[in-house]
C-alpha cells in the first residue's frame, strides 16, 4: 500500500524561511506533488519532482530524494499570503498498468507577522 | 478565473436521484481531472482524462460514472450515492501529462455536494 506523512501544523514569522516534509512509502514510485490550497479555495499546482534534486521556483523550492522516501516543500521570504495548507501527493505506477495518485492529509501553515 | 468552470457550483440531491456535475476549460488544454475534497479527510484524484482517454480511476465505486466527450468538458453523472459522498467535487485541466512529467493543473471552483 501506500503511507504519505506529513505535519499537521506548522507556525513561521513572516519574512522567515520554513520548511515542509513529506515522506512516503509506495511502490512503483513515478513523482511527487506539491499543492497549494487556501481555505475555501481550491488547490494550486506548486510542483512536480520525478527525480532527485532541489527545484527552485521563486520563492518556493521543491526537493526530492527518491532512496529515501522524502521530500521537502521550502517557502523563502514568508509572506502573510502563504498562510495555507500544503499537500504533498504521490503518483506511483499501478502493477495492472496505468497510475494512481495519493494524497496526504496536508500541513497547515501559519505565517504570523 | 482560471479558466476553468463548474457548474452547479451547489447541489443538493437524495439517494434515489440522478444528477450530473460539469466542468468545462477554456485554456486549449487536452486533460482533465475529477477530485473528491471531503471535509477532514486528504484530497482524492478520482478520474484522470488525456486526450478524452481515461488513463487514471483511483478505485472510485461505480455509481461515479465520468464522461469526457472532447478535451474541453468533463462530466460527472452520480447514481443512487450515499451521504458520505457528500464533499466538495473539484475539476481541473492542464496540458497532457507523460509517464514522467507533469504539466500544472488549474482548477475550477468545485461543486459542493450534499447526499441527503
Known amino acids: 500500500g501506500q503511507n504519505i506523512d506529513q505535519p499537521t501544523e506548522m507556525t513561521a514569522t513572516e519574512g522567515a524561511i520554513v520548511q515542509i516534509n513529506c515522506t512516503y512509502q509506495?511502490?512503483?514510485?513515478?513523482?511527487l506533488f506539491w499543492y497549494q490550497q487556501h481555505a475555501g479555495e481550491a488547490p494550486t499546482f506548486l510542483s512536480y519532482?520525478?527525480?532527485?534534486g532541489l527545484e527552485e521556483k521563486g520563492r518556493f523550492s521543491s526537493f526530492l530524494s527518491r532512496s529515501k522516501g522524502y521530500s521537502y516543500l521550502l517557502l523563502k521570504e514568508l509572506q502573510m499570503k502563504d498562510s495555507a495548507s500544503y499537500l504533498c501527493a504521490v503518483r506511483a505506477r499501478r502493477n495492472t498498468g496505468g497510475f494512481k495518485t495519493i494524497f496526504g492529509a496536508g500541513t497547515r501553515l501559519f505565517v504570523k507577522a | 478565473e482560471t479558466g476553468v468552470t463548474q457548474t452547479p457550483r451547489h447541489l443538493v440531491m437524495g439517494m434515489t436521484n440522478k444528477k450530473s456535475l460539469k466542468c468545462e476549460q477554456h485554456?486549449?488544454?487536452?486533460?482533465m481531472y475529477w477530485y473528491k475534497q471531503s471535509a477532514k479527510k486528504p484530497l482524492e484524484l478520482m478520474f484522470v482524462?488525456?486526450?478524452?482517454?481515461?488513463?487514471e480511476n483511483n478505485s472510485v465505486p461505480s455509481r461515479f460514472s465520468p464522461e469526457c466527450p472532447n478535451s474541453s468538458h468533463l462530466f460527472l453523472h452520480l447514481h443512487t450515492l450515499q451521504p458520505e459522498d457528500s464533499a466538495l467535487y473539484l475539476c481541473a485541466s492542464s496540458q497532457a501529462s507523460g509517464r514522467d512529467s507533469y504539466n500544472e493543473q488549474f482548477f475550477g471552483p468545485g461543486t459542493r455536494l450534499t447526499v441527503l
Open positions: 519532482n520525478v527525480l532527485d
Open positions: 509506495t511502490s512503483g514510485f513515478n513523482g
Open positions: 482524462y488525456n486526450f478524452k482517454e481515461q488513463t
Open positions: 485554456l486549449g488544454h487536452n486533460a
